[in-house]
């Protein structure tokens, strides 16, 4: 069974950082590319950033280009987000993908004024 778990979010002020985890098990993590996407109150999911099998290629929105970088340890089978300079419309539910095929319960971050 394919189990992707976040973890890592919460509440901070703008301007600060945080980091959001994703471990998975279940599935042949380091054969797959790797995701993140949100979801803000009232706003279709839409997609942060990616990351291919070997770690060698990213993706980011432009929205996030800059400020967040995706990465994972395959030896962990666990893929990462770090968000720095965060606004308050980096407000969401932050959901990991696999191979936009598996995707777990998603972990809140709010970013207070």
């Known amino acids: 069974q394919v189990e992707l778990v976040e973890s890592g979010g919460g509440v901070v002020q703008a301007g600060g950082s945080l980091r959001i985890s994703c471990a998975a098990s279940?599935?042949?993590?380091?054969?797959?590319?790797m995701g993140w996407f949100r979801r803000a109150t009232g706003v279709e999911r839409e997609f942060v950033a990616t990351?291919?099998?070997?770690?060698?290629?990213?993706a980011y929105a432009n929205s996030v280009k800059g400020r967040f970088t995706i990465s994972r340890d395959n030896a962990e089978n666990t893929v990462y987000l770090q968000m720095n300079s965060l606004k308050p419309e980096d407000t969401a539910v932050y959901y990991c993908?696999?191979?936009?095929?598996?995707w777990g319960q998603g972990t809140q971050v709010t970013v207070s004024s």
């Open positions: 993908t696999a191979a936009n095929v598996y």
């Open positions: 990351i291919d099998w070997k770690g060698d290629s990213t």
């Open positions: 279940g599935v042949t993590f380091r054969d797959r590319a």
